[in-house]
């Protein structure tokens, strides 16, 4: 069995107020299964699929995956198996913006170092033509559909050829038609890559395109027919209030009446004397805080600042390698682009600062770049797209190919970012390194495609993600 939960709960319980998410759940999936899962809105689906995939640990159950009782390992072998095993769909875009479709999905391998750059990139660009998006690879989320986005995501799910795909509403956000060929797509890769696909859908008609369908009512996971008959109605549980100072103060009324009987007049006095002491106390305490509140203001509009200028620097302003062609005589000529991608006022980027090495050994050895032009500008003003050029002297004799013949190269960009032309203290520095496969001069393409398979010829260079 490749998956088998048994007696799974969940509560939450913040100290106010307990819900019981997931009441009572049983769950079985062969290898390769489909099982669908349907239910109203806050029936316990995604708390359900998150105990499954290892991420919210059960308050009582058990889960197996093959055979292992996951929330029996170690954190370590946790994040293991939860990386390695288990590919997730979620609800919502969970993209990162500021990486290209074909990043976004060979980062999973990446991050683990399970597998090579190069096959992780290969099987990114297999799973992407799979989805239909072999032309979007270089394109960042924000410039793709939502579909074209779930695609993606879908594509990420499998880039470590998991044996479990949980899909959490994957198309909640979609058109029918959309919703529909995202579904049938999941299916089909399901039924090539043979993982078990558990999915979370509100639509029955796609629901029932599985093997098995279940409902979740109310906390309980009841097979579909079953589903109809009526469920206890579960409350959040309002737990007993804990006793506060307050009430405290409120039980010991009648102390204090007895005390009230007692000195009533020396009572009124002392009011007084308190009285005029917390008005002197008041303002002293008023002033302090305003003085307080101003600086915290100070301190937060710098923040507030910085934080906008982080953005800017970071989020805002895009650059990478956008072109290169050969020159001849192990010469190339490289365009890199700096985009300003809400162009709403010029960004100003400072002596950018472009170096260029190539890796010998585990060495950088450093190759000469001549700005050409534009780049050679010590100030340049960003408002769309800018592209600024470099002639590449690259004559080593021999390199570190970590794609057969190919030169594995790396630019190293120093800019200072600003949104002012004149700024004083409003300046981000920023280092970006792009990476890059590129093919000597030396080296004919039949020789290179003996040992590497293109669908064409060899590319004069190959797109790395950061490294
Ligand atoms: N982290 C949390 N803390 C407290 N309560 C939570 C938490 N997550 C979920 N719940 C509660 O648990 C119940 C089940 O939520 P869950 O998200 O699993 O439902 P769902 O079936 O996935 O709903 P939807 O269809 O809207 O996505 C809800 O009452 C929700 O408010
Ligand atoms: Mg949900």
Redesign the pocket.
């Given at each position: 069995m490749m998956l088998r939960a048994v007696g799974l709960r969940k509560s939450?319980d913040?100290g106010e107020r307990r819900?019981d998410?997931?009441l009572g759940a049983d769950l079985n999936a062969e290898a390769g299964a489909f099982v669908s899962i349907v239910?109203?809105?806050?029936?316990?689906?995604?708390?359900?699929?998150?105990m499954v995939g290892a991420l919210t640990r059960p308050s009582g159950g058990e889960i197996f995956i093959a055979g292992e009782n996951i929330w029996a390992l170690s954190e370590r072998a946790l994040s293991d198996l939860h990386r390695r095993r288990i590919g997730f769909v979620f609800?919502f875009e969970s993209l990162l913006p500021n990486l290209r479709a074909i990043d976004n999905v060979a980062l999973p391998a990446l991050l683990g170092a399970d597998m090579r750059p190069e096959a992780a990139y290969t099987r990114a660009l297999d799973l992407l033509t799979r989805v239909g998006l072999s032309d979007r690879l270089s394109a960042f989320p924000g410039q793709m559909s939502g579909g074209e986005q779930r695609r993606v995501a879908i594509a990420r799910a499998l880039i470590n050829r998991p044996r479990l795909v949980l899909a959490?509403?994957p198309t909640s956000d979609l058109d029918e038609e959309t919703e529909e060929e995202i579904i049938a797509l999941l299916e089909a890769l399901r039924k090539d890559e043979g993982f078990a696909l558990l999915l979370?859908t509100?639509n029955r008609e796609l629901a029932a395109l599985a093997d098995c369908t279940l409902e979740?009512r109310q906390?309980l996971l009841l097979p579909v027919d079953a589903a109809a008959a009526p469920v206890r109605p579960v409350r959040?549980v309002i737990l007993p209030a804990p006793v506060t100072p307050e009430a405290a103060v409120v039980a010991d009324a009648e102390g204090v009446e007895a005390l009230r009987r007692l000195g009533g007049h020396l009572w009124a006095t002392f009011g007084r004397l308190a009285a005029v002491a917390a008005v002197v106390f008041g303002v002293a305490f008023l002033a302090n805080e305003a003085v307080a509140r101003y600086q915290q203001c100070q301190v937060e509009a710098q923040r507030a600042r910085l934080d906008a200028l982080e953005e800017l620097a970071t989020s805002t302003l895009r650059s990478d390698i956008a072109e290169i062609t050969r020159l001849g005589n192990h010469r190339y000529q490289v365009t890199i682009y700096l985009e300003n991608t809400k162009a709403e006022a010029p960004i100003y980027v400072m002596s950018p600062n472009v170096q260029a090495f190539v890796q010998v050994g585990s060495n950088w050895q450093e190759a000469p770049l001549m700005p050409v032009a534009e780049a050679t500008a010590s100030v340049l003003i960003v408002t769309g797209r800018l592209l600024y050029k470099f002639v590449l002297d690259i004559n080593v004799e021999k390199f570190t190919e970590l794609l057969p013949h190919y030169m594995h190269v790396r630019f190293s960009n120093n800019m200072l970012v600003s949104p002012e032309s004149a700024p004083k203290d409003e300046l981000f520095q920023r280092n970006d390194n792009y990476f890059i496969y590129l093919k000597p001069d030396n080296v004919d393409d039949a020789t290179i495609l003996q040992d590497v398979r293109f669908p064409g010829s060899p590319p004069l260079w190959i797109w790395m993600p950061p490294h």
């Open positions: 939450y913040d819900v998410a997931v239910g109203r809105s806050g029936s316990g689906k995604s708390t359900l699929l998150a609800q959490d509403e979370v509100h979740m906390g959040p």
